[in-house]
């Protein structure tokens, strides 16, 4: 017999196999079932690369354009609710797709997509939660968080938070090559951005009596100002700019509408008074000069931006941005009490003495806070409070109620309720924390239990750490496997010998 | 390569469904017959023909060859890379095997040669039965691979090499080591 006798000798050794009843159809239909399912994944796939890829107003604003419900359902892009029901749909599609390949039952193949999609949430490195990030949060956070690195937090150009609640820094913030890294805090949940600057803004009021001091929240928490470094949109993640943004602003009214800048000599820089201006229209309203040289750092607006508090040399002034001469009486070596002084009915200011800058190594006194009536600059009933301790941060926050305003003392943020001499805590700083400010508009918020922080979906960082670490390594494998495949390959051939 | 199917009747039924179930019970047996060459193994034989006529029910209507068009499909997906790491031929080692219909032939040749081909690369058994089963020429094994004549011309020299490694026994059906085996068709193959 030759070969092909042979050949068909060994073939002819099974019978052929029946075809199933209803083959052409069902594989028609099959084949119909995952063209349709190609088709959906193929969609699915567009609409969440449009939505993590943040363009123009990044995926925030894709989703402000959309009905307010579907807003709030893509508005966190695949970070929330939108995220786990794509991974439902992707694991369920590709578990049909799956079910042509041969001796796979379809139970086991869902059950194998669904362990892979667990395995790959599960992967994601703790607190990015790429899946998801807490949302709808009322209130500030009881202890705010405190990792061992901040490097691979996202930074929040990349993974814009949102209004925030805080701000905060020190040295358990700041890197090695991040000088300056300021950690914001999302107003709704404990989701946390970092931004990485040189110079920390926060650390002004440290050497205060060096440099001067500005707000660097806005009162809603959304825009926040980096000193020399710009104005970003928290929302958006880029920067503001435009008429009116090229200076710092350096007091906000409560009601956001109106803020305060430093006027500036164009020959040298240096500042000749201040400005208040209307956001909406883009016009000012005031314009304060100088009396004298030696004016100080701070200005306060009142909440309903009508009032401007300024210190000149030995006095405070209050003027009215309408126009009108300002009511003024002496400091007596007492400060307002930032940008925040004003107190909620617009009658009363936080002053407060610090004996001299912390950190500069020069010896200082116990610092101190009163609240003074804004027509005379005396104290009020109640409102001198017990010396704090020296050489610590003071950095007024603003007012939690009608008669409680909220300072950071040192480690802590402090409530001085009028009428009351000592303090009571509100936070305690984590340690390593030196510098806090806290959105005006949430002071008044109740306090709530902390959740498990997330740090928004894996620092670009990362990814480069990995692509330099794990490419070298794919590729040592990739060429060991092909080699070993080759190898085995050519001892199944036998080589030319024979 | 025997040629194309053709509809028995002189008028085939328009309905794609009926010339589909017919063009099975004409075909099915001679492609069994390739898909468990190239397999070995009968489970991974009839899901390799399954394969190869789901796709061609899918294209039925577009198709104006129909059996090219599953012999195609059935050695593609015979040497495709996916299909391979899916499959674990099993090297079966038996005693007997039942004897073919047709009367008695060489059964421990045949056993020896079923075992020597399941060791083959994918590649390899589907060259030598396309080449000395389906008695196709270089350029039509070629062709329906997707490769060089080139490259068909040495699978086949390496397939036989191999061959003869495995089952020295088979060295007078295999022919001279130059891949001129002793066939049927001798002359054909040597002059192709």
């Not at chain 1, 083959?23 to 349709?36: K, V």
């Not at chain 2, 389906?134 to 090499?161: F, M, N």
Request: overall charge neutral; hydrophobic content about 40%; some cysteine.
């Amino acid at each position: 017999m030759s070969l092909r006798e042979h050949l068909r000798a060994i073939a002819e050794t099974e019978p052929p196999p029946a075809l199933p009843e209803g083959f052409f159809i069902r594989s028609r239909r099959r084949a119909r079932r995952r063209r349709l399912a190609g088709t959906g994944l193929l969609a699915i796939t567009v609409v969440a690369a449009g939505l993590v890829v943040p363009h123009g107003g990044g995926p925030a604003a894709v989703g402000a354009a959309a009905a307010p419900m579907l807003s709030e359902l893509v508005g966190a892009g695949l970070g929330g609710p939108l995220g786990w029901a794509l991974l439902a749909v992707l694991l369920v599609l590709l578990a049909v797709l799956w079910r042509e390949l041969p001796g796979r039952s379809l139970l086991r193949r869902l059950a194998t997509a669904a362990v892979v999609g667990s395995l790959l949430v599960l992967a994601a490195p703790p607190g990015t939660a790429l899946w998801g990030e807490p949302r709808g949060r009322v209130g500030l956070p009881d202890r705010l968080a405190a990792p061992e690195s901040w490097w691979s937090a996202a930074e929040l150009q990349q993974s814009p938070p949102g209004p925030v609640a805080l701000v905060y820094s020190g040295r358990a913030t700041h890197g090695n090559l991040e000088e300056g890294r300021l950690v914001l805090l999302a107003a709704d949940g404990d989701r946390y951005r970092i931004l990485d600057v040189f110079s920390d803004p926060l650390e002004q009021l440290v050497h205060e009596e060096l440099a001067s001091t500005w707000p660097v929240l806005s009162p809603d928490g959304r825009l926040l100002s980096a000193g020399g470094y710009g104005v970003y949109d928290l929302v958006t993640g880029t920067q503001v700019n435009g008429p009116g943004w090229e200076s710092v602003p350096r007091a906000w009214s409560a009601d956001g509408k109106r803020l305060a800048r430093a006027t500036t000599d164009p020959s040298d820089g240096s500042q000749t008074g201040w400005q208040v201006q209307d956001l909406a229209s883009g016009r000012t309203l005031r314009t304060i000069g100088y009396d004298e040289p030696g004016g100080g750092a701070t200005v306060a607006l009142s909440p309903d931006g009508a009032r401007i508090a300024v210190e000149q040399s030995d006095r405070i002034a209050v003027y009215p941005v309408a126009g009108g001469e300002p009511v003024a009486w002496p400091r007596d070596g007492w400060r307002l009490g930032d940008s925040t002084a004003w107190s909620p009915d617009g009658r009363l200011l936080v002053m407060v003495r610090r004996a001299a800058c912390v950190g500069c190594g020069q010896p200082t006194g116990p610092s101190e806070v009163r609240v003074v009536d804004v027509e005379t600059g005396v104290t009020v009933t109640g409102g001198s409070f017990a010396p704090l301790a020296a050489d610590v941060a003071i950095r007024v926050q603003g007012w939690r109620a009608p008669d409680q305003l909220v300072v950071q003392v040192g480690g802590a943020v402090e409530v001085f309720t009028l009428g009351r001499a000592a303090p009571s805590r509100l936070l305690t700083l984590p340690a390593g924390v030196s510098a806090i400010e806290i959105a005006t508009s949430r002071l008044a918020a109740p306090l709530r239990p902390a959740e498990p922080a997330t740090y928004g979906p894996p620092n670009l960082f990362l990814w480069l750490a990995v692509g330099v670490c794990g490419v070298p390594v794919l590729l040592a494998a990739a060429t060991a496997w092909s080699i070993a495949r080759r190898v085995r390959g050519r001892a199944r051939r036998g080589g030319d010998a024979v | 390569m025997s040629d194309d199917w053709v509809p028995p009747a002189p008028n085939p039924p328009d309905d794609p469904l009926v010339r589909f179930e017919e063009f099975v019970r004409a075909r099915t047996a001679s492609l069994w017959h390739a898909a468990y060459l190239l397999t070995g193994d009968r489970h991974h034989a009839e899901d390799l023909l399954q394969t190869a006529l789901e796709r061609t029910a899918v294209r039925w209507d577009r198709l104006d060859r129909p059996e090219a068009y599953v012999r195609k499909v059935l050695y593609t997906q015979a040497v495709s890379w996916w299909r391979r790491r899916q499959r674990r031929v099993p090297e079966v080692l038996v005693d007997a095997t039942p004897e073919p219909p047709g009367g008695a032939g060489e059964p421990e040749v045949r056993i020896v040669l079923a075992q020597a081909l399941r060791r083959l690369t994918a590649k390899q058994r589907a060259v030598l039965v396309l080449r000395f089963y389906e008695d196709c020429t270089e350029e039509e094994t070629a062709r329906l691979l997707g490769v060089a004549p080139g490259t068909v011309k040495s699978q086949t020299r390496h397939a036989l090499g191999r061959l003869r490694q495995l089952a020295p026994e088979l060295a007078g059906l295999l022919g001279d080591p130059d891949g001129t085996p002793t066939t049927g068709r001798d002359e054909k193959v040597a002059t192709r």
